[in-house]
């Protein structure tokens, strides 16, 4: 009797195919959260204070809000355009 087991060829496709699902579902909550920090950025009145957290600690420090916006936008841009690339990469394997 054959075994339950896949055999090695037969997952290669299907990891990629799966880790890029799983990127994309990464990005596409990144980009959620990345599109609340520039909205909630923009709505601020202009005389708050904003603070950027110190990395992997509990420091935070006084920042500058337009700074901020335009780092959060930027970001934002990034993630937009590597889940594009993602999902243009993923229309091409269909399409071959």
Do not use: C
Not at 56 to 76: Q, V, Y
Request: charged residues 40%.
């Amino acid at each position: 009797m054959p075994s339950r087991g896949s055999r090695p060829e037969d997952g290669a496709g299907l990891f990629s195919a799966d880790h890029s699902t799983l990127r994309k579902e990464d990005l596409s909550s990144k980009i959620k959260e990345q599109k609340v920090v520039v909205d909630e950025l923009s709505n601020l009145k202009k005389n708050r204070k904003v603070y950027r957290q110190q990395q992997n600690s509990n420091i935070f420090f006084l920042a500058d809000r337009t700074e901020m916006l335009s780092e959060s936008k930027n970001i934002l841009d990034e993630l937009k355009k590597e889940y594009q690339e993602i999902e243009n990469s993923e229309k091409t394997k269909i399409k071959k």
